[in-house]
Every structure is written in C-alpha cells, then in structure tokens.
C-alpha cells in the first residue's frame, strides 16, 4: 500500500489539507521549548528533535505536521540565561484548544511527541478529557522515552550522553561537540551575573559555568555515540509509524 502524501501545515493550502485529511487524517506534533541544552546544542533542540522525529514518522504514514509548539514550561533550566519558560496552564490550554480545532476538521489521529520531558504532565493535563469524548481518534503522545511503549523505552537525559546522541544522529549540522570545553566567564551565563542561591538548583544539574558540561544532567556528553542513537531512533518511529499505519488501515476497511 502506498504511503499517503504528508505535508507541513503551515505551507499547504486548503486544497491540499483537505486531500491529506481524505487520506491520512493524521496530525504530527512536536512539542519543544527554548531551554539552555549545554555550549555544544542549540536552545531549541527540544523542538528540533521532536520535529525531526516527526518528519520520520509522517514519511511513513502520510499526514500533516503541524509546527513546533516552542512554548512549554517546567524543568530544571528556567534560571538558566536565554531559557524562555511559559505557564504551564498556558501551554496546556494551547494544546487543548488546537486539538479541538483539529477535530473539528476532521482530523482523527493524533500524535504529540514531546521533545522536553516535562510536557508529558502538560499532556497527561490536556489530553485524556479528548480521548474519552471522541473514542474513534486515536491518540499517541509521550517523548522519546515513552512514546515505543513498555517494550521500547528510549533512555533521555538533559543535554548529557543520549540527547547529544540522539542529536547526532537527528541534527548533526546544529551540534558542536568540541565546544564541550571550559573556561567561560561565570558571570556572563546567568541573568543577574551569579548563579542561583543552591535551593534554587535542580538536583544533578551542572551548574558551574566554568565546566565543559555546564547545564548538563546526566552522562558525559563526550560519551554520545550517533550510530548507537540512530538503532534506537529507527525502533522508535518504526514502533509509532506500525500504530498508526494499522489504525488506518482498519479506518479503510
């Protein structure tokens, strides 16, 4: 069977969103933020990621793919210079409000992967009450971690071993691993010039911005390896791809 035609939202005109709702009623969305991810990633890596993810997906399914919701909050980077946190609620109601829209245009499968971990509580938030009121869409959503299902757990960090891997093996042209070295000013990497008092540190976080792993949570980076990440990428949207792919395959029956 052929694998229907997908598209990006925001560059389709109506015609065309029409034809893929015909075919494929399938909505992509990735969830990121604008967070500090270390000297060698880009702020945005989160949404980056996911859209990347995304793309994977929606090249095997059909569908659409809505832009990136940069807008989340939560984590333990909100001090962070150039970090951009929202309200939670605010993303949530983002999040409820476009879904709704989207059903109403007849799209009917809907797949959220989130980029930044703490979205999944913003999901768990918003999505469920959807789900029950309409029991012939599908709903899949959860980050990389989640989103395979017990059998396939993708291990995560932040900005440490496997987000650098998964970048390597996603976005090689926006990593910079030889920038993983010290010696920056303190005071040029927080708002006020000093770090945060240390009730005010997320727990396994590097806050010494002096270090080569400044930000990082989790294994060395310098440890990242992309072929290991890419086996692991090719599960994981293999996995979500196969759902979807079945659950239209019995909407055409």
């Keep these: ?10 560059e389709l005109k ?13 909505v992509y969305w990735p969830l990121g933020l604008i967070e500090h991810h270390g000297w060698h990633l880009p702020l945005g890596f989160d949404g980056i990621k996911a859209r ?7 090249a095997r399914t059909g569908g659409v793919l809505l832009p990136v919701m940069w807008w989340g ?21 983002i999040l409820r409000n476009t879904v709704e829209r989207l059903l109403n245009s007849g799209f009917r499968c809907f797949v959220l992967v989130a980029g930044h971990y703490p ?4 999901m768990d938030g ?30 995560g960090d932040h900005a440490a ?10 976005l090689p042209e926006l990593v910079d691993v030889t920038a993983l070295k010290g010696g ?30 400044f930000a990082q949570m989790g294994e060395d980076a310098r440890r990242a390896d992309a072929a290991e990440a890419e086996a692991l990428v090719e599960r994981l949207v293999q996995s979500v791809a196969s759902r979807v792919n079945e659950w239209l395959r019995r909407q055409r029956a």
């Excluded at 069977?1 to 925001?10: L, N, R």
């Excluded at 990347?52 to 929606?58: I, P």
């Excluded at 962070?80 to 949530?92: N, V």
């Excluded at 927080?190 to 792993?213: I, N, Q, S, T």
Aim: aromatic share 10%; charged share 20%; glycine share 12%.
């Design 52 to 58: 990347r993810l995304c793309e994977r997906m929606a």
């Design 14 to 26: 109506p015609d065309q969103l029409r034809q893929i709702v015909g075919q494929a009623p399938v």
């Design 119 to 122: 979205w999944r509580r913003i």
């Design 1 to 10: 069977m052929a694998v229907a035609q997908w598209g990006s939202y925001e």
């Design 126 to 155: 918003a999505l469920p009450p959807l789900a029950r009121a309409h029991p012939d869409a599908l709903f899949i959503w959860g980050t990389e971690m989640e989103l395979g299902g017990e059998g396939l757990r993708l291990p």
């Design 161 to 170: 071993r496997w987000e650098t891997a998964y970048g390597l093996a996603l």
């Design 184 to 213: 920056r000013a303190e005071a040029d990497e927080w708002p006020e010039g000093r770090p945060p008092a240390a009730e005010g540190r997320h727990p396994g976080v590097v806050f010494d911005a002096a270090a080569p792993l």
């Design 73 to 93: 909050g939560e984590g333990g980077h909100g001090l962070f210079k150039w970090s951009l946190y929202q309200p939670p609620e605010a993303a949530q109601a």
